[in-house]
């Protein structure tokens, strides 16, 4: 199983080499700087998290009109709430990394603003 995952990140970090070559090569280099690869991970994961919760409203809408096939939806609920306390850890993770990169000093004024909110949390909003 390591074995596996060492292949794995073995070759998404050949990828991110070849990436960062090609984009040195055209000249935007900039555009690919690490901080730009932690907010595209944090895009996602906030898009990964708005999907849970709104199959989370789903459910919860299901199991209040269900009569006697709560047990079910229950089941479904209580895996994918693990399902979002994994991608809330991802997350956590992630936005360290970030504020760690913005510590360390971006230089530009504008690329620091625009990165300082995507620290901010955002409020998901189930519609009716």
């Given at each position: 199983?390591?074995?596996?995952k060492n292949t794995q990140k073995k070759l998404v970090n050949e990828l991110k080499n070849q990436l960062m070559i090609q984009a040195e090569r055209l000249g935007i280099k900039e555009d690919y700087s690490l901080l730009f690869m932690e907010e595209l991970k944090?895009?996602?994961v906030k898009k990964i998290l708005?999907?849970?919760y709104m199959e989370r409203a789903n459910l919860e809408y299901e199991m209040q009109l269900a009569g006697s096939a709560k047990k079910e939806i229950?089941?479904?609920l209580e895996k994918l709430n693990a399902y979002i306390r994994k991608a809330v850890g991802v997350q956590n993770k992630h936005l360290g990394v970030y504020g760690q990169i913005l510590?360390?000093?971006i230089?530009?004024?504008e690329l620091t603003q625009?990165?300082?909110k995507k620290l901010e949390p955002?409020?998901?909003r189930a519609s009716a």
């Open positions: 199983m390591n074995r596996k944090l895009d996602s708005t999907e849970f229950m089941i479904k510590d360390a000093g230089g530009d004024k625009r990165a300082v955002t409020k998901v």
